[in-house]
């Protein structure tokens, strides 16, 4: 096969890295890709637009087109793509809006009795803020768009959410905020259980949790992700099954309604003393949860990838390998709000050098000189391999402390609630 991965981030480089161990995966392209596809795959300038990667695909002779992002899937490049002939990975416009329209999402979960927080959609800031003083805190002012995972503010008093459904209106994530859901607060740990399906078949992965928020502690803003781990200690099985249930009702309800999905549906929970609920689902590989999900996946991705695109993956048989995964995010200072780029990095060969260790690039790149730098906020996700959850998190910290690049900054509790067990998130 050849294999086009669209993307640039820290994800599509673990996308194209499990690629290139599949003995079937013959060429694979990286549109634009980063400093770290660079080594395992041809990186092309960035290909934009549905029609543009259909041709693409077609003068490269590319048996397969696999979207990373969300919002090429929202803007429905898999539609055209797949109009044109060409097995693509991900879903359509139809499917993405779960993802790209967190108050379609809300209304869709109603339909299918998916278990969910409550909340109330606003396209105004009067009388969003008339309904804060009425419901109170704490309370979640989320971003109707896509907004890279930085729309949504956990506010744990009244003046925080204000800000939060002002920021919105006043153009902070563009047309995104023009719609603001507040959503009730719903107390415990978070996970993340990403699933591949043809939109008939649902497999899952194994569980994963983030952390979001940019500083030690759970403090500080939401980010993209700052660090993450797979498996959940804290998961039980009955929730883990809940949660497949969760995500299977959700690929059924979507079929009910005539959207065909064929790609990754992303379900983020929080287990509450009542089960899990959902807080988000997505329309593509989470990122960072895809650093530490496919280093832990034992089997051969391009087969998997192309048998979900022409809807049969119940033909695919999935194995993991039975290890615990970590990831530290290492990013620019400032980020998530401003950062500078072009900073040298060094360490990363020192860094690989221990065992079962990967060093993702997710914003990085060349300078004139050859020298790689840094091009983004979150500039490298370091993820370790072990037999144990402290062992895979201990090697994650070592590797971590050989890599260095100016302002590079870090969190250095990524794991540690969850060694503490259930009790550490007080509920």
């Known amino acids: 096969m050849r294999i086009l991965v669209i993307g640039g981030g820290g994800r599509e480089h673990a996308i194209v890295a499990k690629l290139a161990e599949s003995p079937s995966a013959t060429h694979i392209i990286a549109a634009p890709g980063n400093g770290g596809t660079a080594q395992v795959a041809e990186n092309v300038s960035a290909v ?28 429905g490049v898999t539609d055209t793509v797949r109009a044109a002939g060409i097995p693509a990975f991900g879903p359509g416009s139809e499917g993405a809006r779960i993802e790209g329209s967190k108050e379609f999402a809300k209304a869709f979960m109603r339909r299918h009795g998916i278990p969910a927080g409550d909340s109330r959609s606003f396209s ?31 506010a744990m008093d009244l003046q ?48 994963s949790q983030d952390h979001k928020r940019a500083f030690e502690g759970d403090e500080g803003p939401n980010t993209g992700g700052m660090g993450v781990y797979s498996p959940v200690p804290i998961v039980t099985d009955a929730e883990h ?43 593509r590989f989470g990122d960072p949860e895809t650093q530490v999900v496919l280093p832990l996946l034992d089997a051969d991705l391009a087969e998997i990838l192309l048998a979900v695109a022409e809807g ?3 033909d695919v048989e999935l194995a993991w390998r039975d290890d615990w995964a970590m990831c530290v995010v290492l990013a620019s200072g400032g980020y998530p709000g401003d950062y500078e780029t072009g900073k040298p990095i ?78 550490a998130w007080g509920v």
């Open 48 to 75: 934009e637009g549905g029609e543009a990667i259909a041709a693409f695909a077609r003068d490269n002779a590319i048996d397969l087109v696999v979207v990373g992002p969300e919002a090429p899937l929202v803007a």
């Open 312 to 314: 049969r993956l119940a």
């Open 160 to 207: 925080v959410a204000r800000e939060a459904v002002r920021e919105c209106f006043a153009g902070r994530f563009g047309e995104a905020g023009s719609t603001v859901l507040i959503e009730e607060y719903l107390p415990g740990p978070e996970c993340t259980l990403l699933a591949f399906t043809d939109g008939h078949t649902v497999v899952p992965m194994v569980p």
């Open 346 to 423: 060094t360490g990363i060969e020192q860094a690989e050098e221990l065992p079962d260790t990967i060093v993702y690039h997710a914003g990085t790149a060349f300078d004139a000189d050859g020298r790689l730098v840094t091009a983004g906020g979150r500039v490298l996700n370091v993820t370790a391999l072990g037999p144990d959850f402290s062992s895979a998190r201990d090697r994650a910290y070592e590797a971590v402390a050989r890599i260095s690049f100016d302002g590079m900054f870090y969190r250095s509790d990524i794991g540690a609630r969850a060694m503490r067990g259930r009790s």
């Open 241 to 283: 099954e809940t949660m497949v249930d969760i995500v299977r009702a959700a690929v059924e309800g979507m079929a009910e309604e005539g959207i065909e999905y064929r790609g990754v549906l992303y379900g983020g929970f929080v287990l509450t003393d009542r089960g899990p609920k959902v807080l988000e689902f997505n329309a």
């Open 124 to 154: 105004s800031a009067e009388p969003a803020l008339a309904y804060l003083e009425q419901v109170g805190a704490p309370i979640v002012v989320k971003a109707d768009g896509l907004a890279a995972g930085k729309g949504v503010t956990v």
